[in-house]
Every structure is written in C-alpha cells, then in structure tokens.
C-alpha cells in the first residue's frame, strides 16, 4: 500500500473527564511501526480515537502527510481502527464485515468480491467468509478485523490493544502475523499496548504513556536501558533486553547471537528476535561456576546502585547485564566497582520472543 | 419442575403466585368461554363493531408510526448522549405512565381543544382533534409513547458504541453508521416496543373516551354498549377485544423470545 502516509501529532490537549491528554507531540514516519505502551487508564485507547478523529480536541494538530486533517470527520480520514474486542457487525457475515467499507465506497459487486478474497487470503481468513462472527475463535474474530480495516487501504492503521484478548498461544501467532503484514503492507502502524515484551517485538520506535502524557519516545533500547523518569523504570522494568539472532549451534541447540557473544535458549522461534532475561536469574560469582547454568561469561563491575533491600549490579561482559543482589551477597563477596567477576544463567531463563 | 417445590419456602411462594395467575387467567377465560364462537361471528359483522375495531387499530398505528418517526432518534440520543437535564427528558417521557389517563385526556384537551391557539391552527388546515379521528390518535400516542421510546432506548444501549465508531473510520457517515449498524442492531428491541405500544394504543380508553367519545374506539363501544344495553351484550365485542390482543401478545411474545435466544 503505496498511499501510507505520515502521521504527526502537534500539542494535543483533550479532556473527557474519565481520560484526559496532555500535551501530547508524536512523529510517525511513512510506513513506521510505532508503539505507544503505558498501563491501563493511560489514555491510549483515546488517543488513538482522537488520531481517528472520533473525539474533538480542546487544542492541537493532526497531520497526515503535512495535511492538517484535525478538524475532519473520521470517514474522510483513510485510518484503520481495530479494537482489543474486535468489534464485528455481529448481524453481519465474515464477507460483509470485510466488504463493509468497500460498499461504503460505492464500489462494484465484482471488484468488492476480488478485494476481499485477497485480503482474505493475506490473513488466512478466506474459509470464514460466510461464518458469523459469533461462532469465531477469538484469533479468527481478529484477523477478520484486521482485514476489514485493511481492504480499505487506510493512510494509517491504528491498533487498540490488538493482542490482549487472545490466549498466549494465539498471541505469539497474530503477532508475528502483524509483523508480517506491515513487513508486507508497509502501512504506517501505531500500536497501543501495556505489554513491554509485544511492544519491543513490533515496535520500531515505542511512546511512553502514562496519566495523558508521552512520558518517553525511543528505540526500544532507549526506553529500556535509559528510562527517563522513575515511571518508566518502573513500569518496564528492570530487565535485560536484547536485539539478536537465533541460530542452530552446531549441537542442534539454538544460542542467542548478539552483540558477539551467543548464548544458549530455549525456544522454538527461529531468525531475528529479542531475549530478556530477569536480573534476578543470574548468579554472581568470583570464579567461574561449575553447575548446570549453561550460560557463563566473565566481565567486570560497572556500576553497583542501591535501592535498598535490593543492590543492582551492573556486569559489563560486555554487553552490560543487570543482575539483582541482596545486601548479605554484596558485603560477603566484597563487590567494588571496576571488579573481574563472573556472571551464570540458565538457558531456560532466557525469554526469546 | 420439581425446583418450584423444593422447599417449603418455595411451595407457600408458589401457591401465593398462582392466586395472581388466577386473578388474571380466570376472568379472561370465563369472558372468552363464555360467548360461543357463533356470536362472536356475528359480532364481527356487526359493522359498528367492525368499524370501531378498524378504526382503533387505524389509530393506534399511526400514533406508533409518529412515535417511531420522533421516537426512535430521541430513544437514540438517550442511550449515547450525556447532556445536562437528560434526567429531566427521560422523567417527562415516563410520566405518561403516572399520569391517570382520563387526565391525560384533560391536559390534551387544553392544547388541542377547540378554542386553543393550537386547535385553532390545526383547524385551519382542516384538522380538529376534538370528537375525531386525530383526536383518538393523540390519546393513544400520548399514553403509549413510553413503551415504544423506553424499549427503543434500551435496544440501543445494548449496542455497543465502539461498532459505531469503527463503521465511521471505514467510511460511514454518521447517518450510514446509524442506519447500518445501530438501527438494526437494535431492531429487534425496537421491533417489540412498536408492538407492545400499539397493543397499548388499542386498549387505551381513559384519554380517548375525554378527547373523542365519537367516533367510537372499541374499548369506547364497549363501555357504551355495557351502560346502554347490560353485560349481555358488551359481553360479545369485549370476548372480541380480548381475542384480539391476546393474538397481539403472542407475536410479542414471540419476537422478544427470538431476541433472547439469540444473545
């Protein structure tokens, strides 16, 4: 889809009482995958329904492709919307919530039918056409979705929480869907989601939001190795996050490659991916340890901050993993900054997705 | 079955609620067995009964028709909109149901009756409400008007809004998204108000009888045949009556059952 389209947002102030925006600038290249990540109540789902021009703003812009469309109705905009729950017409089929928006469009019998039988196929739904969507799996529900708000070639996809609704099984598989599709379609995407891990895995770039404000924008390297704000810190998390790259070693397993060292994970995904491993997984050690951990490296002391109960010790191998200690741990090996220690993990405690 | 005994508790409640049924059941069916089904023939030849009967049901639509036209949007603005004084909107559409309906046929008289500024406009295009057709219309819209717009409103309230929203970003104007998806979506809601207020616009007799004694409303007939020639002879045109809303009840019945099975 050639005619995807840029997307920005100027000082955007919008108050609905329960929700309300504040300030909010966004920049969204032609054809990015933008995330937007912040908990429940945020104000995402509103925002993404103010960029769908379904709510009027007290204040701001919205442009797509330098074209101010703030004051025009949703239906002339060209933006996708596809919701958590899917939303289906549920008086109508498969095929006509697909065609929904092309009859709209005036188009004719035949050229409806094609488009929809493409899209259909794009997103594996083609065998549902006559189904009603009441008798769908919650995955079927929301591919459907998705290929209603697809036929219509929008400028701007919006997705609201599209994910969350699906068992984990079913999640990892639309995911990777999404991925596909936009790797396909190259429809500029904003994503809202209050999962770390689903918005590291699509996003090229990630939006922080919380309480109506963009807290942070970044990479998702950015946000999760240099959160700005104690909120950010917290509600990511502390966790080690790594682009990479699966491979098979030469034992059949899969190790992780990244920033050239490889380590060995559990998992069945194959290709580009991410790993996080909690830094209460790993063991610091003075030597190297003998035990079933099979991951080991030697590095040194970076930092070493204190929260308290807990002391985050930074490793540089490098990479730089942050590993979690007790107090007890800390004064017992004697741990300085700038120290030659070693680090342990299990393979099983690596989450690749 | 048995869970309706299962108790003692249960047995005394079931046997106080039966007297109810009975208290409702037992005179409808005595009226009905009582009149065999020769004279209720008969009855239905008469042409002042026929033509009562046409007209109440003539009536009775229209007054739906115009409850739907103004009825459904307001039912709609109800369900979506919060708007200052909506409370007050929603209380004024209700209190036809409180209101004595001979008193409603009071208040009606004082807007539409002959020498009102508004009985007088309408009478300029030929219209008058008083001993007429129109004026039996406005009883019955009057009266019912709640049935259709409570019914309507609820219909919509049971869509969600965010369906509406998603037509409107695949390009449906506000008037495509209402007539696309919440209208019939809310169909069938709206479908079991119609018929639950023309059942109640044919049975209406207080606001009707003070607005338009003549021409005569069935349940009109029926009281003036009762006081001019005695119970033998309302009997036939009541039994008639019944039958007929009884039918009308079973379709109602009939459709918000679907409606239920269906969610």
Not at chain 1, 28 to 33: K, N
Not at chain 1, 184 to 212: Q, S
Not at chain 2, 101 to 125: C, E, K, P, Y
Not at chain 2, 180 to 206: T, V
Request: hydrophobic share 50%; proline share 5%; glycine share 8%.
């Amino acid at each position: 889809m050639n005619d995807s389209a840029r997307m920005q947002v100027r000082d955007l102030w919008l108050d609905l009482g329960e929700f309300h925006l504040r300030q909010i600038d966004l920049d969204i290249a032609d054809g990015e995958y933008f995330v937007i990540l912040g908990p429940t109540g945020a104000g995402k789902t509103v925002l993404l329904e103010a960029i769908a021009g379904l709510h009027q703003l007290q204040e701001g812009h919205i442009l797509l492709d330098d074209e101010d469309v703030t004051g025009m109705p949703p239906e002339r905009r060209g933006v996708g919307f596809v919701y958590q729950d899917y939303m289906l017409f549920p008086h109508l089929n498969v095929a006509k919530n697909v065609a929904f928006g092309l009859k709209l469009r005036g188009m004719g019998r035949e050229a409806i039918k094609e488009r929809v039988t493409g899209v259909s196929r794009l997103l594996g739904i083609d065998h549902l056409l006559h189904r009603s969507p009441a008798t769908l799996s919650g995955g079927e529900q929301q591919r459907v979705a998705l290929a209603r708000a697809l036929v219509v070639e929008p400028r701007l996809l919006l997705l609201d929480e599209p994910l969350s609704a699906l068992d984990p099984e079913m999640r990892e598989s639309l995911q990777r869907e999404l991925a596909r599709l936009h790797r396909e379609l190259g429809t500029t995407t904003m994503h809202v989601t209050h999962d770390f891990e689903e918005a590291v895995a699509l996003g090229e770039r990630i939006a922080v939001l919380n309480e109506g404000q963009v807290v942070q924008v970044g990479s998702s390297e950015e946000i999760f190795r240099r959160p700005n704000s104690e909120f950010v810190a917290r509600f990511v998390g502390v966790r080690n996050v790594f682009p990479g790259e699966i491979r098979r070693a030469g034992d059949g397993r899969r190790v992780f490659r990244f920033d050239g060292i490889e380590m060995a994970v559990v998992t069945d995904l194959a290709g580009r991916a991410h790993a996080s491993l909690r830094p209460e997984d790993i063991i610091i050690s003075k030597a190297p340890l003998r035990s079933s951990a099979r991951n080991s490296f030697p590095g040194r002391i970076a930092t070493i901050a204190d929260r308290g109960t807990v002391i985050y010790v930074t490793v540089s191998v490098p990479p730089d993993f942050t590993c979690v200690i007790t107090r007890r741990s800390l004064e017992e090996m004697e741990l300085k900054e700038g120290m030659e220690i070693h680090i342990a993990f299990k393979a099983s405690a690596v989450h690749v997705f | 079955m048995k869970a309706l005994f299962a108790d003692r508790m249960r047995t005394s409640f079931v046997v106080l609620g039966s007297l109810l049924i009975l208290f409702v059941a037992w005179p409808l069916l005595r009226t009905i067995t009582a009149t065999g089904p020769a004279v209720i023939w008969e009855t239905l030849l008469d042409e002042e009964v026929s033509d009562s009967i046409l007209l109440t049901f003539y009536s009775s639509l229209v007054a739906t028709g115009v409850a739907f036209v103004c009825g459904v949007p307001l039912a709609y603005l109800l369900a979506r909109v919060d708007f200052p004084g909506k409370w007050l909107v929603e209380g004024i559409i209700d209190v036809p149901i409180v209101v004595p309906h001979s008193a409603a046929g009071i208040a009606l008289l004082m807007v539409f009756g002959r020498r009102t500024l508004l009985g007088r406009a309408f009478g300029l295009f030929g219209l008058k409400f008083v001993s007429a057709g129109p004026g039996i219309i406005i009883a019955m819209l009057f009266v019912s008007l709640p049935l259709l717009v409570d019914a309507a409103r609820e219909g919509f309230e049971a869509v969600d809004p965010r369906l509406e929203r998603v037509a409107r970003t695949l390009g449906a104007s506000p008037w495509r998204a209402f007539c696309r998806i919440s209208f019939p979506l809310a169909w069938r809601s709206i479908l079991s108000g119609i018929i639950l207020m023309w059942a109640r616009g044919l049975s209406e007799f207080g606001a009707v009888v003070i607005l338009a004694y003549h021409p005569m409303a069935a349940p009109v007939l029926l009281y003036e045949r009762f006081l001019s020639f005695g119970l033998r002879y309302s009997r036939p045109v009541a039994t008639l009556m019944i039958l007929i809303c009884l039918a009308t009840f079973v379709v109602l019945r009939v459709t918000a059952g679907r409606k239920r099975g269906e969610a």
